[in-house]
């Protein structure tokens, strides 16, 4: 699986969007770029993921460069519950996924 | 996407003694994954649960110490043995969601959280 980088940590004030950032330079062409979330003390939550196009469901956006080496995943409101650690994943396929440190995101008031 | 439910949510185990993990889910699921996150780390997958068969392994995690059963499509157990202070984890069951509604993706319960003294 490619590896992705993504920053340690990052801050978004609440109602505003959240965009979190993923490099995954050395991507193959069919491989997925999958976004989970885990809360504090809870299992990992699916958000979201794509190949080639972008895609939106009811939590997020994702925008994936036509290169695609790169991908932004956008939260368009933040609350205070989306609070977490946000994990981009390259991978060929959904239960081959390698978890790196991912980025936390602080949701302020 | 599929229910999935974890048993025990939480425990404490003395050093030296095995515990076994439960998960159930609402749904036939052909792949069945079982990962252990450990105090501030991310996860790491230990095997895959097959149905019918031995489960699979990743390096570094070994039947003897971590023995699975897959009986039949709903359920599995993960069994973490002769437990010692290191074995100190969440414990995440997975499975892989309807293709043709979720597409390729999977599923986290909400984990079973060891702690062993």
């Known amino acids: 699986d490619a590896k992705t980088t993504q920053p340690p940590s990052m801050d978004c004030a609440e109602g505003r969007a959240a965009n979190l950032p993923c490099n995954h330079s050395?991507?193959?062409?069919?491989?997925?770029v999958y976004w989970y979330r885990q809360i504090h003390s809870q299992g990992p939550q699916y958000i979201i993921h794509?190949?080639?196009n972008n895609e939106t469901n009811e939590m997020a956006s994702l925008i994936i460069t036509e290169d695609r080496k790169s991908s932004t995943l956008i939260l368009p409101h933040a609350t205070l519950r989306d609070t977490a650690v946000y994990y981009c994943?390259?991978?060929?396929?959904?239960?081959?996924?390698?978890f790196g440190k991912g980025t936390k995101l602080s949701v302020i008031p | 996407s599929a229910v999935i439910s974890q048993k025990p949510s939480r425990d404490i185990c003395q050093r030296g003694t095995s515990l076994t993990i439960q998960c159930q889910v609402d749904?036939?699921?052909?792949?069945m994954f079982w990962y252990r996150q450990q105090p501030g780390q991310s996860l790491t997958l230990i095997a895959t649960?097959?149905?019918?068969?031995?489960?699979?392994?990743e390096s570094g995690f070994v039947i003897d110490k971590f023995p699975i059963s897959r009986p039949n499509l709903t359920f599995s157990t993960l069994t973490v043995s002769n437990m010692s202070p290191e074995d100190s984890s969440i414990y995440l069951c997975?499975?892989?969601?309807?293709?043709?509604?979720?597409?390729?993706?999977?599923?986290f319960g909400e984990g079973s959280w060891l702690t062993v003294v």
């Open positions: 749904s036939q699921v052909t792949m």
């Open positions: 997975s499975v892989e969601g309807d293709r043709l509604r979720s597409g390729n993706t999977i599923y």
């Open positions: 649960a097959n149905q019918g068969s031995e489960a699979t392994y």
């Open positions: 994943i390259a991978a060929f396929w959904s239960y081959q996924l390698t």
């Open positions: 794509g190949l080639k």
């Open positions: 050395t991507i193959s062409g069919n491989e997925y």
